[in-house]
T-cell receptor, first 114, second 115 residues
């Protein structure tokens, strides 16, 4: 049973464009929705995270949009740069009493072209 | 200010051998998590430990895999009698606590290859 579905699997964006990655989840008990960035040969690094009490969170060029009723959330990368080329993972978790255990999506390989 | 330290970074084992992966959490962190990443897949939760206690091992295979986080020293993920299907990247992560807002930080991973 896949608890979080991520799409697209891969994405090519021109420099300066907007990259959009989507995730959908099933369990309404989830209350923590982070996005991680991973470069080849490296560990995942937290980019940005959101709790379900807000619909949007922005940090620099990265924005999470959250739709609680649709059980979906997305990552928007504005003014995409070649240095953003990496694999992006969404995750879901239950912070309160959930021990910070995260369930990850299958990842999106982003390539930003010049 | 060292992050989560994992070693070895790369490990090659023959089928049937044992693999031991070590993880030192960030300074001050007492919660450790192990995740496995198979090629072209996302990370899968394996086990969550606090000092001397296994809190959640729901993602651990029932056989050959074990984990510990002793009072002193790093956390160890041990895989006995490795098989080719164990080839993967194993990531350790740590957090300060488990309450809301405690970010999970990942190490750079240990890449196990079983030949």
């Amino acid at each position: 049973q896949q608890q979080v579905k991520q799409s697209p699997q891969s994405l090519i964006v021109q420099k300066g464009g907007i990259s959009i990655i989507n995730c959908a989840y099933e369990n309404t008990a989830f209350d923590y929705f982070p996005w991680y960035q991973q470069f080849p040969g490296k560990g995942p690094a937290l980019l940005i995270a959101i709790r379900p009490d807000v619909s949007e969170k922005k940090e620099g060029r990265f924005t999470i949009s959250f739709n609680k009723s649709a059980k979906q959330f997305s990552l928007h990368i504005m003014d995409s740069q070649p240095g953003d080329s990496a694999t992006y993972f969404c995750a879901v978790g239950i912070l309160t009493g959930g021990g910070n255990k995260l369930t990850f999506g299958t990842g999106t390989q982003l390539k930003v072209e010049l | 200010n060292a992050g989560v330290m994992q070693n070895p970074r790369h490990l090659v084992r023959r089928r049937g051998q044992e693999a031991r992966l070590r993880c030192s959490p960030m300074k001050g962190h007492s919660h450790v998590y192990w995740y496995r990443q198979l090629p072209e897949e996302g990370l899968k939760f394996m086990v969550y430990l606090q000092k001397e206690n296994i809190i959640d091992e729901s993602g651990m295979p029932k056989e050959r895999f074990s984990a510990e986080f002793p009072k002193e020293g790093p956390s160890i993920l041990r895989i006995q009698q490795v098989v080719r299907g164990d080839s993967a990247a194993y990531f350790c992560a740590s957090s300060l606590g488990q309450s809301s807002g405690n970010t999970i930080y990942f190490g750079e991973g240990s890449w196990l290859t079983v030949v």
